[in-house]
């Protein structure tokens, strides 16, 4: 079965540092995506993709984040300046035809901010 | 804002026994919604997935049930299994366009006592 793909599963990282999470997702989807789960809480979105730029972005996407597909197969998420409050599970999803489809959820990057 | 909510953190069950999970969502406008089931470790797997248009919706040893009346979700599993133990959430998403993000429920701690 396809799957989304994430890498790293875990990275740990000096506050102010940046990093960047790494997702391929599955290759006839169209929709792109990236949530969030600080431990413990919810599932939060953060940002969709479609047609090469940002659809939607929810308040907690701000200018320290950006998102890129900087080929045919790979989607990244950029934290410029990493903040301890970062520290959380990063999940990427894509759907083929948008989010009424249901989602294909990455195993996620664990971000650890020291 | 409006949220999606769980009535209950934990939930225990007997191996065989059937397993309600239930969901409050408080946005009326919502018209898809979808349960996840999350191992840990592991991004959220899609269990199955139910329009506003519907009122029940049947998968494999999975039912979900949808009463807008009282803005309420539910997810039976019948004859748990041990492999159903994991966390359960349901997600909702208001009409509009494809790359509209979820909203995320707490989660629900499924465990099957053997």
């Known amino acids: 079965e396809p799957e989304v793909t994430q890498t790293p599963s875990h990275q740990v990282t000096q506050m102010g540092q940046e990093v960047i999470l790494r997702c391929v997702p599955i290759s006839n989807h169209l929709y792109f995506y990236w949530y969030r789960q600080i431990l413990g809480q919810k599932v939060e979105f953060l940002v969709s993709f479609y047609n090469n730029e940002i659809s939607e972005k929810s308040e907690i996407f701000d200018d320290q984040f950006s998102v890129e597909r900087p080929d045919g197969s790979n989607f990244t998420l950029k934290i410029r300046s990493t903040k301890l409050e970062d520290s959380a599970m990063y999940f990427c999803?894509?759907?083929?035809?948008?989010?009424?489809?249901?989602?294909?959820f990455g195993s996620g990057t664990r971000l650890t901010v020291v | 804002g409006e949220s999606v909510g769980l009535h209950l953190p934990t939930l225990s069950v007997q191996e065989g026994d059937n397993s309600i999970i239930n969901c409050a969502y408080s946005?009326?406008?919502?018209?898809?919604f979808i349960w996840y089931k999350q191992e840990s470790g592991k991004g959220p797997q899609f269990i199955i997935d139910?329009?506003?248009?519907?009122d029940k919706r049947q998968g494999q040893r999975v039912t979900v049930l949808l009463n807008k009346t009282v803005k309420h979700l539910s997810l039976q599993i019948a004859a748990t299994q041990p492999g159903d133990s994991a966390v359960y959430f349901c997600a909702e998403k208001e009409p509009g366009g494809g790359a509209d993000g979820l909203t995320f429920g707490k989660g629900t701690h499924l465990i099957i006592q053997p």
């Open positions: 139910i329009r506003s248009n519907m």
């Open positions: 946005n009326s406008a919502s018209d898809y």
């Open positions: 999803a894509s759907t083929p035809q948008g989010a009424n489809y249901g989602y294909t």
